[in-house]
């Protein structure tokens, strides 16, 4: 696609419940990034993958958070057991990095999660 | 190390003004440093970027000022314009590891 895709791009759920969110990264770019953002504020790192590194998963708020990347392509950020502080906006984002320089970060729509 | 500080918090602007943001970091081996804009309920889009080695960039009505030393860059928006209205992020960012972004500032233009 043109763009990074982000899927539900609105996700009600019932504290308790999982959820799953999508993201379809830009074709070819190796890096895939996941941010959270709370209504009104800054931008959460979440989760960073890079090729076939293993994921920097240095910001991921509890063990209830995990992520994976399938095919170097497409990723799937997973709340357990959701919390009503889980509500937010997940942002994700891609971008083509190699030689050493650091590429342009482009974003998703995303996912406006609204946990009950 | 890590932290990347945004100044201010909120701006109210003129609508032909000069609008003014300044941004911090820390770790020297950030090697790229970019301004994203946020309109409400969409992602941030790129506005401008720039790299260490040179200290300005300017495109159309927005510049980046960047000052190594100091370990400091801003964004200026000239002519400011009510369509401008937006929250604009500063980021850092170096090779292969995450963006760091700072906590955002929320600009209005009047009219």
Redesign the interface.
């Known amino acids: 696609g043109a763009g ?1 895709s982000q899927s539900p791009s609105n996700k009600v759920t019932e504290k308790g419940k999982d959820v799953e969110l999508r993201c379809d990264p830009i074709s070819g770019h190796t890096a895939l ?1 996941w ?1 959270r953002q709370s209504l009104g ?3 959460e ?1 979440l989760i ?1 993958f ?1 090729g076939n ?1 293993a994921p ?1 998963k240095s ?1 991921l708020p509890s063990d209830r958070f995990s992520a994976e990347r399938t095919g170097g392509s497409v990723s799937t950020l997973t709340i357990q057991r959701t919390q009503q502080e889980d509500s937010a906006v997940y ?1 994700c ?1 891609s971008s083509f ?1 190699s030689g ?3 590429g ?7 996912s406006r999660l609204t946990v009950l | 190390q890590q932290q990347v500080k945004q100044s201010p918090q909120s701006l109210i602007v003129q609508k032909g003004g000069i609008s003014i943001i300044n941004c911090a970091y820390e770790n020297t081996a950030f090697d790229y440093f970019p301004w994203y804009q946020q309109f409400p309920g969409k992602g941030p889009a790129l506005l401008i970027a720039i790299r260490p080695d040179v200290s300005e960039k300017k495109e159309g009505r927005f510049t980046i000022s960047f000052n190594k030393s100091a370990k400091q860059f801003s964004l200026h928006i000239m002519d400011s314009q009510p369509g401008d209205s937006a929250t604009y992020f500063c980021a850092a960012a170096r090779y292969g590891q995450n963006f760091v972004f700072g906590p955002g500032t929320r600009l209005s233009v009047l009219p």
Do not use: M
């Not at chain 1, 342009?104 to 995303?110: H, K, P, R, S, T």
């Open positions: 990074v990034y941010y504020q800054g931008l790192f960073y890079q590194s920097d910001g942002l984002a990095a050493g320089i650091t342009e970060l482009f974003f998703g729509e995303g």
